[in-house]
């Protein structure tokens, strides 16, 4: 119970997609700039290197305001290491799809867990 | 039953409840996507019509803060989307769009209004003061403009819901983790 009150800070959604993704979301309204002009979310596009999408899921993982990270699952692949090394409990990784890639239930982390507890 | 035997049957529960959570999360999951798809079509239409530049993440208000977020319960770690908004007075730039919408729709509903004394109808409010609810100023829709295209509020409403069933996801990932130990501890000393 302590490790969640611990936690009852963290109510900002972070997101890291393609401008389409992050577009909604921030339609939906989870963007947010802070005092230190930090955003919670990047937009991921061409010419964004895989260093500076590592660097900003560090950085989002890091803060304790942010709950959740949302990110584009092909997006993920590109930063699959890091990702599996991640288990902390807060903030919650999601794995969402995208416009042009759809959702791969084989690369879902959780599913994959599921899996090794059946000994598949 | 022996200790073997409540092992096992403490076992089976724990995967059920696992295998319950997992069918959860697999149903969120596809909702969530469906959502997603379908906010990504009203977008591209609202683009088509508006422009691919003018709706973009670059329209973010610079120093907008969230009106979507969550809440994480302090003692059962549960989750829950918090939406704010003010609803109240709207600002300058929603104002005069109501003002606007008012007036033209004063003027289609005036000699109805007019016809009321005469008819001997009791006296209502016009339906636009009725039915017009103040905008909100926090509202990201207004960063596009006052008038955006109705595939946009479409594509809004979309992303609201799959953001909804995203949160759902977010405690339902961490109640799969729960379970998941809690099947595998019962598994192990089933085995013992």
Redesign the interface.
Known sequence: MAQHAAHKNRTLIAAIGDEDTVTGLLLAGIGDVNAQQQANFLVVEAKTTQEQIEDTFLAFTKRPDVAIVLINQHIAESIRGILDEYDAAFPTVLEIPSKDHPYDPEKDSVLKRVQLLFGD | MDAHGEACQEADSSLLA?LDC?AE??GA?AS??AL??Q??FD??VARRSAGYRW???GR?H????????????????D?RL??SGSGHAPDTAARVADDHDQGVRRRRHQHASDNEGSDGAASQLPPEESECAPADP?D??LWFGVLVPPA?RD??G???A??DQ??R??QL??Q??QR?QQ??RA?EAARA
């Open positions: 696992l997992l999360y697999q999951r969530s996507g997603l798809r906010g990504f977008l591209a709706i973009s993440p973010h610079g120093n907008a803060r969230c009106t979507a977020s969550v809440a994480i319960d302090g003692h059962s770690g989750i918090v939406r926090d990201p829709l946009l594509a809004q979309r992303f609201r799959a953001l995203l949160v996801l977010a990932k961490a799969l983790a998941r099947a595998h598994i």
